[in-house]
């Protein structure tokens, strides 16, 4: 197994433009790679903040089925997790920009890491913690 390593997350997303501007300019990510296979009737963008499938950069794969603008988010999945240097600094951008900040930047309960959550466009909750 020493030669296994952690490649992506994939959600399933309803404007992918929306959602691609979303971890780009308020995140910071970049657009690694993308395949739309029409055949299929899809397409994946792959974001992250590596160059691609780096050694040790996860990344994030951005799914959209053709004509599907809506999922229910289930109550399986929690959240993504995104270091930052500044918490308190990327909560304010990502309300700039439109974005939902759900929990301010503070210490987590119980300890001293400071933490927030925002959430993109379709929903799915992301943790930015200060590192």
């Known amino acids: 197994m020493s030669q296994s390593r952690f490649l992506h997350t994939m959600i399933r997303v309803g404007d992918l433009d929306r959602s691609i501007a979303f971890y780009t300019k308020l995140l910071g ?10 055949a299929g009737k899809y397409t994946l963008v792959f974001l992250g903040y590596g160059t691609g499938n780096a050694e ?13 603008e809506k999922y229910e988010q289930g109550t399986a999945f929690g959240h ?6 500044d918490v308190a600094a990327a909560c304010e951008a990502v309300r700039a920009g439109g974005g939902k900040v759900t929990r301010e930047a503070g210490p987590v309960k119980h ?3 400071i933490i927030a959550f925002v959430e ?3 929903g799915y909750k992301i943790e930015l913690i200060q590192r």
């Open 29 to 38: 990510m970049k657009e690694l790679r993308r395949n739309d296979v029409p």
């Open 56 to 68: 040790g950069q996860g990344e994030i794969e951005l799914t959209y089925n053709y004509g599907v």
């Open 80 to 85: 993504l997790a995104v270091a930052m240097p």
């Open 111 to 113: 300890g001293t890491t």
């Open 120 to 122: 993109d466009p379709d």
